[in-house]
């Protein structure tokens, strides 16, 4: 029997129990919640549940080019921070409806998606609609709540996603929600959507592809030590459809709640765009089909992992990578092989992705090991303009040929 999932939490996700529907497999709900504790918290629980409730009423496309192009200085800083790639553009379409899937990373304090905003800004202009689901919490922060709606923040519900797609805008989802954005600092690279499958639901009912989006480096921006899934119980947070109550270590408190603002690590960031997935051959009614949402689930999760798994091994060890950008040497280096940083922060190469350029042997060697391979040729030329001609060389010169 598949189960509702309970939805996920964090700055941009997707995973509430009305939106993503069916999971494969139910999460094993945390302890009843001691008494005490859960009494002492009813009141602020209650005021953010009210709060929440409030906002239903109200219209949830209110995306506003104007507050977009606001923040693009903050996308852009973004960017430029992490040093952000992007791999695999063209593999959006270029219109209509498409929902992109992401894994979820970063602590309390994501950026996933100010990669795609940046570039989808650059190459789509504002008034392209692109949207984000998040859960309902984000919506009662004061001040904050209406900025998320201008920013094109939708309720992680289904009927609102249906009529996102329906409008033909693409539609970005992170189906691991709070599950996997708080996954611990030892699962860094692993797909864990916390086998929520709501989203494959979505997608089968309104027949739209589906484009892997796979983020490499941003969960070693934030070093998280547990999901405090237990904590979260205790607290009665479930109330407000929150499962965790994650600590992380805090650059420089130490070891503090995730909400506490702490520096993030300026780890070099991958984003990957897969080839959209097919599932056209699928009817609508296939979503309430266990088999069906498996086979879909282990597909999609399949891709992602192996790409993340190629770009880990590219890359171990994203902070030293970015590190390693910001020496003289290696920007240098950029320059001359003619890459380019668009306005928006994000790395983009002068050469189309689809081109491969052949390297020489030499090409691949570090720096030291070319500057010797010079140094040795330059005094092997030397050497030779220095030394006496041979008895060959003089006959060759005066046109004779030696006996």
């Keep these: 029997m598949i189960k509702r999932q309970v939805r996920g939490a964090d700055v941009i996700a997707m995973t509430s129990r009305s939106a993503t529907g069916h999971a494969v497999k139910h999460l094993a709900s945390p302890p009843s919640p001691p008494g005490e504790l859960a009494t002492l918290l009813r009141p602020l629980v209650d005021t953010i549940d009210a709060t929440v409730k409030e906002q239903l009423s109200e219209d949830p496309f209110q995306r506003d080019p104007k507050v977009v192009e606001l923040m693009l200085p903050l996308i852009r800083a973004i960017n430029r921070y992490f040093s952000t790639e992007i791999r695999g553009w063209e593999n959006l379409p270029k219109d209509g409806a498409v929902l992109i899937v992401g894994n979820h990373s970063g602590g309390a304090q994501t950026t996933d998606v100010a990669p795609l905003l940046g570039r989808w800004i650059e190459d789509r202009g504002l008034e392209a609609p692109l949207y984000m689901l998040g859960y309902d919490l984000l919506f009662a922060y004061p001040m904050v709540g209406p ?56 997608a089968l009912a309104a027949r739209v592809p589906v484009v892997p989006m796979t983020i490499h480096g941003a969960h070693q921006s934030t070093i998280v030590l547990t999901r405090g899934r237990t904590i979260a119980g205790w607290m009665g947070l479930e109330r407000l459809h929150i499962k965790v109550f994650p600590f992380i270590w805090n650059i420089p408190l130490g070891v503090t709640p995730a909400f506490v ?143």
């Design 147 to 202: 900025l998320w709606r201008k920013l094109g923040l939708l309720r992680a519900n289904r009927a609102i996603a249906k009529a996102a797609l329906k409008r033909g805008a693409a539609t970005v989802v992170f189906p691991g929600g709070d599950h996997e954005v708080f996954r611990p600092w030892s699962e860094r690279n692993k797909i864990d959507f916390g086998e929520h499958t709501g989203f494959i639901e979505l």
């Design 261 to 403: 603002p702490s520096l993030q690590l300026p780890a070099k960031v991958t984003v990957q765009f897969g080839k959209p997935l097919d599932w056209s051959r699928y009817r609508p009614e296939k979503a309430m089909d266990p088999g069906v949402v498996r086979k879909c689930y282990a597909e999609i999760t399949g891709v992602m992992q192996k790409t993340l798994d190629a770009v880990a091994q590219e890359r171990p060890y994203p902070v030293l990578s970015r590190l390693n950008e910001l020496r003289p040497a290696q920007i240098l280096r950029r320059l001359l092989r003619g890459e380019t940083r668009a306005a928006n922060g994000v790395q983009r190469l002068s050469q189309p992705p689809e081109t491969k350029r052949v390297l020489s042997p030499r090409a691949h060697q570090p720096l030291r090991t070319r500057a010797l391979a010079r140094a040795r040729e330059r005094r092997a030329v030397h050497s030779r303009a220095t030394s006496p001609p041979s008895g060959s060389a003089m006959a060759l010169e005066s046109g004779r040929l030696p006996p």
